[in-house]
Nanobody, 123 residues
Framework: VQLQASGGGLVQVGGSLRLSCATSRRTFSTYVMAWFREAPGKEREFVAA????????HYGDSVKGRFTISRDIYKDTMALQMNSLKPEDTAVYYC?????????????????WGQGTLVTVSS
C-alpha cells in the first residue's frame, strides 16, 4: 500500500492549507485515514481521522473547529483542510491508513504510512 501526502508549505498565522493524501484505495474494501503530526522535539500526535465511506471526522482537541477531513471519491484521496493556522501547528504531517471503519487515534493502529509533508506557520 502506497500513500502519497502533498500540500504542505509555508503559511502565515491565520492562513489556510489543504493537505491531500492519495492511496491505492482498491487494496481495501474500505478504510480509515488519519493524519498525525510531529513537531521538532515532540512526539507524533493524532490530528484527525475519517472514514472513506464518509461520516463525521474525529479530531484532536488542538485542531477541533479549525481542521476538517474529507474525501474526494473521484481522485481516491482524502484531504485535510487546515484553517486559522497557528505557529504551534508547525510540524511534519503524516497520513496513515488502516483497513476497516473503526477510528483509532493511536499510532500503532495504522500499519500504512505516507512520507510526511512539512507545514510551517510563521508569525
Amino acid at each position: 500500500v502506497q500513500l502519497q501526502a502533498s500540500g504542505g508549505g509555508l503559511v502565515q498565522v491565520g492562513g489556510s492549507l489543504r493537505l491531500s493524501c492519495a492511496t491505492s484505495r482498491r487494496t481495501f474494501s474500505t478504510y480509515v485515514m488519519a493524519w498525525f503530526r510531529e513537531a521538532p522535539g515532540k512526539e507524533r500526535e493524532f490530528v484527525a481521522a475519517g472514514r472513506w465511506r464518509g461520516g463525521s471526522g474525529h479530531y484532536g482537541d488542538s485542531v477541533k473547529g479549525r481542521f476538517t477531513i474529507s474525501r474526494d471519491i473521484y481522485k481516491d484521496t482524502m484531504a485535510l483542510q487546515m484553517n486559522s493556522l497557528k505557529p504551534e501547528d508547525t510540524a511534519v504531517y503524516y497520513c496513515a491508513v488502516r483497513e476497516g471503519t473503526y477510528i483509532y487515534t493511536g499510532i500503532k493502529s495504522y500499519p500504512y504510512w505516507g512520507q510526511g509533508t512539512l507545514v510551517t506557520v510563521s508569525s
